[in-house]
């Protein structure tokens, strides 16, 4: 938010940023060590400061979410390489999870709306697949939905459904997953690879260990995840205990993980 100057005799960024455009050509203001530091793109990325940068990740989807009004979410996550039913590719067989994500996030959206989307806000990774299955759902509902995008090697465009002011574009993993988590009110998860067994065992942990309240956490297709997870061995292994199983809740429609998540006694955290 800009700083009008009301709240200290100072003047503030703004000014001084415009003044800095307007200043005398000379050998000295054209010298990298004259320009303000938080206009300085070559010193905003040095090494040294990656702590700042952490800080400037973390602070401005927070700040913008506030501002929006933003008070929590319902987490969406998949796979990127699962398209819409009659599209091909590589797992076109588990397109029936894109058209699930997407009535998904049309009913949490319908339901949102009745707080005027302040609560249970969808939000997505940003990206295809499943991602743009979850926006998508919350666009034909009329509401709006986040979504956390981050840059990859390769070329990663958000998916048109994205709400443009809540899109946001992440350069740390870490500050990306905390966002997915610090409002969620639900994790529903949808079959996926590595990004999403990594988000998945992320959250896991966090409630397991008492890091992270227990919500509602759907894992959508019981037939996938078991053939993909030996859950239970995990569990006669001794490796976690029995009762962590319980953590997890099997859907296979959107109509279920509803019921779920408004059955939900959030009381008791």
């Known amino acids: 938010m800009k700083d009008d100057g009301r709240n200290h005799p100072f003047r503030d960024s703004h000014q001084d940023a415009r003044a800095a455009d307007s200043v005398p050509d000379t050998p000295q203001t054209r010298a990298p ?4 530091s938080f206009l300085d793109n070559d010193f905003m990325l040095r090494e040294e400061l990656r702590p700042v940068r952490l800080q400037l990740e973390l602070l401005k989807p927070q700040m913008i979410l506030d501002e929006r009004g933003v008070e929590s979410t319902v987490v969406v996550m998949g796979s990127a390489r699962i398209p819409p039913e009659g599209e091909k590719g590589k797992a076109g067989k588990l397109s029936i999870w894109y058209e699930r994500a997407r009535d998904l996030a049309r009913l949490v959206t319908e339901k949102s709306l ?5 609560e249970n ?26 979504g956390l995008n981050i840059v990859l090697p390769h070329e990663q465009a958000p998916n048109p459904y ?3 002011d809540l899109c946001f574009n ?5 500050i990306r997953k905390m966002h997915f988590l610090m409002r969620a009110r639900a994790v529903c998860i949808f079959p996926g690879g590595f990004g999403t067994l990594d988000e998945m065992f992320e959250a896991l942990t966090l ?9 509602p956490f ?8 078991e053939t993909i997870v030996n859950w239970k061995a995990l ?19 959107a109509e279920e993980a509803m019921a779920v998540i408004e059955g939900w006694d959030y009381g008791c955290d």
């Open 33 to 36: 060590a004259y320009r303000l």
């Open 114 to 118: 009745e707080s005027y989307g302040r």
């Open 121 to 146: 806000v969808v939000v997505t990774g940003g990206g295809p697949g499943i991602m743009e299955a979850g926006n998508r759902g919350a666009q034909e509902a009329g509401g709006h939905s986040i």
């Open 162 to 164: 994205v709400t443009p």
């Open 170 to 174: 992440f350069h740390y993993f870490a």
């Open 207 to 215: 409630i397991q260990t008492g890091r992270m309240n227990r919500i």
């Open 218 to 225: 759907i894992l959508f297709g019981r037939e996938f995840w």
């Open 235 to 253: 569990a006669e292994a001794g490796t976690i205990s029995p009762e962590d199983l319980d953590l997890i809740t099997f859907v296979e429609t």
